[in-house]
């Protein structure tokens, strides 16, 4: 007999052992298609939050693998090995306590801090490569603390000083970045930022500088914001403001004038009548006034803050004759006389027309019932004792009422009346707009 042929009858296999080998063949294949990377989950990490490196694309098999702190394997830097086949895990040098390794090689840090940034590496037994080594960073910021605002000068003066204002305190890896009334600083010649954000700068303030100013601080982990800013602009006095506007007055009226300027803190007001000082108030008020009063009304504002003063002058006439300008614009469309008795006169019908009695110089407003504009009186020529003179209000508008005497008596609308000097009884317009009297 021959030998037995090496081409004799086939093995017959079981399915199920193709099956095995297969799955085995593909476990022990290294995969081909990526090097394993690693990832920081989350990427930017707080203090105190846990931390995990997770290994992408893993190779078909490896079976040992160790973690190091540093960018390279160094025994002594050694945190934890695994062993696949064992299933043992034991921890190297640099483990902490802190740190989990798992089976699919990721590694997770329990309570993170600011010590724990820095490269981590991986090294594991490739079955078909043999050693290799991917590196993963860990990114560890503080937790800030919540900022504040700093001002070297708390109470500065318009147009004068300057502020810094500082966000505090300072830390490592930090972004500043202000807001004024909720907007992002405007560009300007006035504000200066420095180098680092930290420091905003009003050269030259003014009363619209007070803010609020808002800092915040962020980091790749974290952001705060301050309490809110507010500045004490101190300044003025500006130009005080006299009232009532009027100048004319006549004699035995009670004169009261009031005095405004804008100022920080409020201002400190004194007054000078024809250059006498006066008390030294907010309201000035004389009673009873005579033409010896006439002149000129001082009035000065002061800041104590500031150190600065501004003054205003107005002019008082009082008369007990007439005043000039009937139809001037100062007088608002008033009307004034003189103290005089009332006179008879015979009115265009042929009937006298009696003013009521006598009065002291005063002023006859006109006025319409309804919202107007500004009126302005006409006056005719007319030559004393011999002429009659015609004043007209005019104001524009339809449905203008009767004006009145003084002590608010109502005359009576009747055109073409002719009445004495001492009152000017007016007429109504039948279509509104011009009111007509006759003086004699």
């Given at each position: 007999m021959g030998a037995p042929s090496v081409h004799g009858c086939p093995v017959?296999?079981?399915w199920q052992g193709i099956l095995l080998a297969a799955s085995l063949l593909t476990f022990w294949t290294p995969s081909v298609t990526a090097k394993p990377t690693v990832e920081p989950e989350p990427p930017d990490a707080s203090e105190g939050q846990d931390v995990l490196l997770r290994v992408r694309d893993l190779p078909g098999y490896f079976g040992i693998y160790s973690w190091y702190k540093g960018g390279k394997a160094d025994n002594n830097q050694r945190i934890a090995s695994y062993n696949v086949a064992t299933l043992?895990?034991?921890?190297?040098p640099a483990h902490s306590g802190r740190e989990i390794m798992y089976p699919n090689m990721s590694l997770l840090f329990k309570n993170v801090t600011q010590a724990d940034t820095g490269e981590y590496t991986l090294r594991y037994l490739n079955i078909s490569r043999g050693l290799e080594e991917v590196t993963g960073q860990l990114r560890v910021y503080p937790v800030l603390p919540k900022p504040h605002i700093t001002s070297n000068n708390s109470d500065p003066v318009e147009h004068k000083d300057p502020v810094a204002l500082t966000c505090g305190p300072e830390t490592q890896d930090t972004t500043y970045l202000w807001s004024i009334r909720g907007q992002s600083p405007p560009d300007g010649a006035r504000l200066q930022l420095s180098p680092d954000n930290r420091t905003l700068t009003l050269l030259r303030v003014t009363r619209n500088d007070t803010g609020p100013y808002v800092c915040e601080t962020r980091n790749p982990a974290s952001a705060q914001r301050s309490d809110p800013l507010a500045l004490n602009v101190l300044y003025g006095p500006d130009t005080p403001t006299i009232s009532p506007s009027r100048n004319y007055y006549s004699t035995g009226a009670n004169l009261s004038l009031s005095c405004l300027a804008a100022s920080h803190p409020p201002a400190q007001y004194?007054?000078?009548?024809n250059g006498r000082p006066q008390q030294a108030s907010q309201e000035?008020?004389?009673?009873h006034i005579a033409e010896s009063d006439s002149g000129?009304?001082?009035?000065?504002a002061h800041n104590k803050?500031?150190?600065?003063?501004s003054t205003t002058v107005k002019n008082i006439t009082v008369s007990?004759?007439?005043l000039p300008g009937p139809s001037a614009p100062s007088l608002g469309g008033a009307w004034w006389f003189r103290k005089e008795p009332a006179r008879r006169a015979e009115s265009r019908e042929g009937r006298e027309a009696q003013a009521p009695g006598p009065f002291s110089v005063s002023h006859l407003p006109c006025f319409s019932t309804n919202p107007v504009a500004l009126p302005s009186i006409q006056a005719s020529n007319a030559t004393e004792h011999k002429d009659p003179m015609v004043l007209t209000c005019v104001t524009g508008d339809p449905g203008i009422s009767t004006p009145r005497l003084p002590n608010n008596q109502r005359l009576r609308s009747?055109?073409?009346?002719?009445?004495?000097?001492?009152?000017?009884?007016?007429?109504?317009?039948?279509s509104g707009g011009r009111i007509q009297g006759v003086s004699v």
């Open positions: 017959q296999v079981p043992e895990f034991s921890n190297g004194s007054w000078l009548v000035l008020s004389i009673p000129a009304y001082t009035c000065l803050a500031t150190g600065l003063s007990g004759e007439w009747q055109t073409g009346r002719r009445c004495p000097r001492t009152a000017t009884p007016l007429s109504s317009a039948p």
